[in-house]
């Protein structure tokens, strides 16, 4: 692989020693054009330091496939913490990020965003075990949802379907008390809730597993989204060789074979653009 991860850069984006920094666009050598990548630290499985300091993820081996396909590119990985990604390509030094982006009015409108997506976010019910009751959002009126933010988009997602089902009114509750995520889980194995509506992109069930939970995800995701790279403006044309890798992938299956690894199943089958 002709990838190299030059840093590990954890809470900034300043990262020390890098040639280049403040350029999205490195160098180019012998035709090849070096531009800066960033993913996210402990977005497992998008992307993740392991426990043998190697950077890995799902997004991570997205990346080095679309690298291979765009020969007269070369990919320089850094990972960093939180908005950093983000912050990096709005000031110029990166080229792309990863961060399982949903394709937004406001992305459109700060950054480049290939037509085909790169991978798919999948909202889904965490239930207790023995419960076969609960499989839609229309079962959950009336029952005790895990709390959430008032900023995110699960808040978002139900509101809207409250805003949808005027006779059919979830219970939103938005006190997070900031407990963690193993905790609400936690919470609904133990009674404390019915069920908690997350992104199941998120390592949920290695969590539930290493606590011991009773708790399942329903099968059927109550949300879809398609998750994209973001380009910096004036990356037009490594933003099309991406698109064109990015639906090489999928017509040859490795993207198909990527989601298997990271996720256990094939998540493509249930994006419908």
């Given at each position: 692989?002709?990838?190299?991860v030059?840093?590990?850069?954890l809470?900034?984006?300043l990262?020390?020693g890098?040639?280049?920094?403040?350029?999205?666009?490195?160098?180019?050598?012998?035709?090849v054009?070096?531009?800066?990548?960033?993913?996210?630290?402990?977005?497992?499985p998008l992307?993740?330091?392991?426990?043998?300091?190697?950077?890995?993820?799902?997004e991570?081996?997205?990346?080095k496939?679309?690298?291979e396909?765009?020969?007269e590119?070369?990919f320089?990985?850094e990972i960093v913490?939180?908005?950093a990604?983000?912050?990096?390509l709005?000031?110029?030094k990166y080229a792309?990020?990863?961060g399982?982006?949903?394709?937004?009015?406001e992305?459109?409108?700060?950054y480049?965003?290939p037509?085909?997506?790169?991978?798919?976010?999948?909202?889904?019910?965490f239930?207790?075990q023995?419960?076969?009751d609960?499989?839609t959002?229309?079962?959950?009126?009336?029952?005790k949802?895990?709390?959430v933010?008032a900023?995110?988009?699960?808040y978002?997602?139900?509101?809207?379907y409250?805003?949808?089902h005027p006779?059919?009114?979830l219970?939103?509750?938005v006190s997070?008390?900031?407990f963690?995520t193993?905790?609400y889980l936690q919470?609904v194995?133990?009674?404390?809730?019915d069920?908690?509506?997350?992104?199941?992109?998120?390592?949920?069930?290695?969590?539930?597993?290493?606590?011991?939970?009773?708790?399942?995800?329903?099968?059927?995701p109550?949300?879809v989204?398609g998750?994209?790279f973001?380009?910096a403006k004036?990356?037009?044309?490594?933003?099309q060789?991406v698109?064109?890798?990015l639906?090489?992938?999928?017509?040859?299956?490795?993207l198909s074979e990527?989601?298997?690894?990271?996720?256990?199943?094939d998540k493509l089958?249930?994006?419908?653009?």
């Amino acid at each position: 692989m002709k990838k190299k991860v030059l840093a590990l850069v954890l809470g900034t984006i300043l990262a020390a020693g890098i040639t280049g920094c403040g350029k999205a666009q490195t160098s180019a050598d012998g035709g090849v054009t070096k531009v800066l990548v960033a993913v996210e630290n402990g977005s497992k499985p998008l992307s993740y330091i392991d426990d043998d300091g190697n950077v890995v993820g799902y997004e991570v081996d997205v990346l080095k496939a679309v690298d291979e396909l765009i020969p007269e590119y070369e990919f320089d990985l850094e990972i960093v913490d939180g908005d950093a990604t983000q912050i990096g390509l709005e000031t110029g030094k990166y080229a792309l990020i990863g961060g399982g982006l949903y394709k937004t009015a406001e992305r459109k409108e700060k950054y480049l965003l290939p037509e085909t997506i790169c991978g798919v976010s999948t909202i889904k019910m965490f239930v207790r075990q023995d419960d076969t009751d609960l499989k839609t959002l229309d079962d959950l009126v009336g029952k005790k949802i895990t709390p959430v933010s008032a900023n995110g988009g699960i808040y978002n997602l139900l509101v809207s379907y409250n805003e949808e089902h005027p006779d059919k009114q979830l219970t939103i509750d938005v006190s997070d008390g900031g407990f963690t995520t193993a905790e609400y889980l936690q919470g609904v194995d133990d009674g404390t809730y019915d069920a908690m509506v997350i992104p199941d992109n998120l390592g949920l069930l290695d969590t539930i597993s290493q606590l011991g939970l009773s708790v399942k995800a329903v099968e059927e995701p109550v949300k879809v989204n398609g998750t994209f790279f973001a380009l910096a403006k004036g990356q037009e044309d490594l933003t099309q060789k991406v698109d064109e890798a990015l639906a090489t992938l999928i017509e040859n299956g490795t993207l198909s074979e990527l989601n298997i690894k990271w996720y256990g199943e094939d998540k493509l089958v249930y994006y419908k653009d």
